[in-house]
């Protein structure tokens, strides 16, 4: 149990680490869009450290209207 909580502290501490490499806490406007790119940097920014780059494959978006 403690070496489990042990790693995820870690895990979040180097992700807050990466959000803060890439100035995500730097002061700016605060809202959802924001907050959602923190988040999810605090959570999978060590990937990146580990060598994990995830890529989307054939990602269909629709375009813009004329």
Not at 30 to 58: E, I, R
């Amino acid at each position: 149990m403690r070496l489990g909580s042990l790693i995820v502290v870690l895990w979040l501490v180097v992700g807050v680490i990466a959000a803060g490499q890439r100035h995500y806490f730097d002061s700016g406007p605060v809202n959802c869009a924001g907050f959602g790119s923190t988040a999810l940097t605090v959570l999978a920014g060590p990937l990146n450290y580990v060598g994990v780059n995830p890529k989307v494959a054939d990602c269909n978006v629709p375009q813009p209207s004329q």
